[in-house]
């Protein structure tokens, strides 16, 4: 009976459906609740009116919704096709479209079959967790993924496209084009990003205008400054604002910097070592770059980590049969303190008095980084090919 039921749940078409009912269930749930339940896709769908009307796309607009607007300007243009649908039709084609893009960058992943249904299943409840809050950020890693498996390919004008796309959804999406620093073509590559960045920037331009241009790309940057005062996130930083309740804005961007620094050690020891030169080597800094683009993001918050969890799964995917038990036994805290915390499987005291106030959902994400860190840096291995 167990294997009757492993082998079903085993099935690509299986998954599939798991994916497409989950965003359904989400997105009419969302819907009957009303639109105070789908706040973040309201602001999507505002953001291309108001930039018809010539208005500044980042205040807060009560009268519509609650928050900001937060995203690039060309986002705007790129959910428009969603924008000008009935809103319950949009809801529904929004959900499935995130999370079967997901999908879709998951199946391209050049990894067998077994890794990639470990993927899909692993990330699941963090991708509810998105789903839920409408977020971008499935679109985000499905983009991080597809450059990865473009680059895999060889196919440098496609695989420069994804980071661009995602940078143009929320910024540190670019981190994804860090990546083509180990594969040939560099100079294609870098040709081939410069000619999309100034594609999709100029996106907006047929409906704003030269001087509404300019303006919005101005207030855009203002908004990117603003967001950084006092804001800690579910990250490395809201973790230090704990311990130090004193920590300054100025103190999130050291912090930032000496991420960036490690990043940068990392990245320019993978060169120096040659320690990429397998898929095995690859998908572990790959996984590193999901990771610390969360950890090290002031504004984090609990619907991004479906990006920082699947650097968790690319990282046990890598390291099977490696570093025993630390994939296992981390993948396994991962699942009971940072997908499920935020859930009905714990207290309500709990998740409100303990797991948010002290960010127990960042932590299991961070021993990953740190052992994985620790692993690029320092273990001297040869990777055989991925099986």
């Not at 291309?48 to 060309?74: K, R, V």
């Not at 594609?199 to 603003?226: E, H, I, N, R």
Request: charged fraction near 10%.
């Amino acid at each position: 009976m167990i294997k009757k039921i492993t082998a079903f749940f085993s099935r690509k078409q299986v998954v599939l459906y798991v994916y497409v009912l989950l965003s359904l269930v989400i997105a009419f749930q969302h819907y009957f609740l009303g639109s105070g339940s789908y706040n973040n896709f309201v602001i999507f769908r505002a953001s291309i009116f108001h930039l018809l009307e010539h208005q500044n796309l980042h205040l807060e607009y009560p009268a519509e919704y609650f928050d900001q607007f937060l995203y690039h300007p060309s986002f705007c243009i790129l959910f428009a096709p969603f924008a000008f649908l009935p809103v319950g039709a949009a809801l529904v084609l929004w959900a499935l479209f995130c999370s079967l893009l997901l999908f879709y960058a998951i199946w391209r992943l050049p990894v067998s079959f077994e890794n990639k249904l470990f993927f899909w299943w692993f990330i699941l409840i963090e991708l509810n967790t998105s789903l839920h809050g409408q977020q971008t950020n499935p679109l985000i890693i499905a983009l991080g993924l597809l450059t990865f498996t473009f680059l895999e390919e060889g196919k440098v004008k496609w695989a420069s496209l994804f980071p661009v796309l995602a940078f143009c959804i929320k910024g540190y999406g670019l981190i994804f084009a860090a990546l083509f620093l180990f594969y040939p073509k560099k100079g294609s590559y870098i040709a081939y990003s410069l000619v999309w960045f100034f594609v999709l920037t100029l996106l907006p331009f047929p409906v704003t205008g030269a001087s509404y241009f300019v303006q919005v790309y101005k207030d855009w940057f203002d908004l990117l400054l603003a967001d950084h005062r006092g804001n800690f996130g579910f990250s490395v930083m809201g973790l230090c604002k704990i311990g130090w309740p004193d920590l300054t804005d100025g103190d999130v961007m050291r912090i930032q910097l000496g991420g960036v620094v490690l990043f940068s050690i990392t990245w320019i020891a993978a060169l120096i070592r040659h320690t990429f030169g397998d898929i095995r080597g690859r998908l572990l800094l790959l996984a590193y770059a999901c990771l610390w683009v969360i950890l090290f993001n002031h504004a984090s918050e609990s619907p991004t980590y479906v990006i920082a969890v699947s650097g968790v799964a690319l990282f046990y995917i890598a390291n099977r049969g490696y570093l025993k038990p630390w994939p296992a036994v981390l993948a396994v805290l991962v699942i009971l303190f940072t997908m499920l915390a935020p859930t009905d499987l714990y207290p309500l005291t709990w998740r409100t008095h303990f797991f948010r106030p002290y960010l127990i959902k960042v932590i299991p994400c961070l021993l990953v980084w740190i052992v994985l860190q620790f692993q690029l840096l320092f273990i001297h291995e040869k990777h055989p090919t991925l099986h």
